[in-house]
């Protein structure tokens, strides 16, 4: 029976340790478990104590792997599955795949973490590696009762990056370009600009999708290129239900775009960025932004700056933050304010000169 001891930390929180043995260079291994008072720590220890008398697990991490992916492909998305595939190929399987489910131990997650950092990856990329790989053990812990490393595998912390955007001069002379080019291509960056439509919706839109009369967009799809599991194909291109259930939504078109989208006005099952009733990928749409830009002299940004422009604009003429957020179709308005709503310097300085306090002024 495995040892184990029981401490009061001083955050308040009780702290089981149960002894794992010693590692190559004879130091102490522990399995940590932590809770709100020593009662539940005692419980989770006998739970865990108690899992390790059955019989051990002989099946590899990816024979696990399979089995669970077999078992929720009929309720998630093809575009979901296709994902988690690609992540346990490329990152999970080369490391975990041949070794069986109940021998893999926290430190070798640890290790792995680190690795995949110094690889480069992002660490909200690698967050969504472990996610998967916690809920994995989840399915082996529920059907094998096998010991499960990830409890005590703490996620990298996210780091904030700063995404590039045009400034309000540069915005202008994107829309003077727009202007003066009218082509499906500038057609679909102004819808992104005054809407912050996403860009995989805005090449599965169709003429149907608009209502001129009502002056109604409304999202029902969206667009995107998966892996393929089957085939000679290695990806393919799909349109499929929008990214959540709050991605369905409809946007008043502004006055300003009525005009453009009268010109191009075509039949419900044509699609917007073509005019035909074969569709453009992400992609192309991506690459026709960066020649506009290019054409415009204006720096190069992604095409989802668009998107994060529209929000700091909308924040900037006074938007409901709950308006914007369904406009934008986000689940919740913190997704809304953390990741899309920028004030530029010079708003900022507006906002400081409002502060008055006249007996510090000098003449």
């Known amino acids: 029976m495995a040892k184990y001891n029981v401490y009061h930390r001083k955050d308040g929180r009780w702290e089981g340790r149960i002894s794992r043995g010693r590692c190559e260079d004879g130091k102490r291994k522990y399995q940590y478990i932590f809770a709100r008072s020593k009662c539940e720590v005692l419980r989770k220890i006998d739970i865990i104590l108690g899992n390790e008398q059955n019989i051990k697990c002989t099946k590899s991490f990816c024979e696990i792997f399979t089995e669970w992916s077999n078992s929720v492909r009929h309720r998630i998305k093809e575009s979901t599955y296709a994902n988690y595939q690609m992540k346990a190929a490329k990152h999970l399987l080369p490391n975990f795949g041949e070794k069986f489910i109940d021998c893999l131990e926290s430190n070798e997650i640890n290790c792995f973490i680190q690795m995949k950092l110094q690889e480069g990856l ?11 790989m916690k809920t ?18 703490t996620l990298p912390k996210k780091k904030k990056t700063e995404i590039s955007l045009l400034d309000d001069i540069e915005q202008a002379e994107l829309q003077k370009y727009i202007s003066n080019h009218p082509n499906y291509a500038t057609l679909g960056t102004a819808l992104a600009i005054t809407t912050g439509i996403r860009i995989g ?48 939504r409809s946007i008043p078109i502004p006055d300003c775009m009525m005009g453009f ?8 099952d044509e699609f917007i960025l073509t005019g035909r009733t074969k569709p453009i990928e992400p992609r192309t749409m991506q690459y026709r932004f960066k020649t506009i830009l290019k054409n415009a002299n204006l720096p190069s940004v992604h095409f989802h700056a668009l998107r994060h422009c529209f929000a700091s604009f909308c924040i900037s ?39 008055n306090m006249p007996l510090l002024a000098k003449d």
């Open 122 to 132: 992002s660490s909200r990329y690698v967050s969504d590696i472990i996610i998967l």
């Open 317 to 355: 003429l006074g938007f409901d933050i709950k308006a914007l957020s369904e406009l934008l179709g986000h689940s919740s308005v913190e997704i809304t304010l953390n990741r899309y709503v920028h004030s530029s310097f010079e708003q900022k300085r507006a906002y400081m000169n409002r502060i």
């Open 136 to 153: 994995v053990f989840k399915y082996a812990v529920q059907v094998y009762n096998v010991f499960n490393p990830m409890d005590n595998i």
């Open 261 to 268: 989208l009268s010109d191009f006005k075509g039949r419900d």
């Open 201 to 248: 919706e805005l090449c599965a839109l169709q003429w149907c999708d608009i209502d001129l009369k009502k002056r109604v967009l409304t999202v029902r799809k969206t667009m995107q290129r998966i892996q393929c599991d089957k085939g000679n194909s290695k990806t393919k291109l799909i349109i499929t239900d929008p990214k959540s259930e709050s991605s369905r």
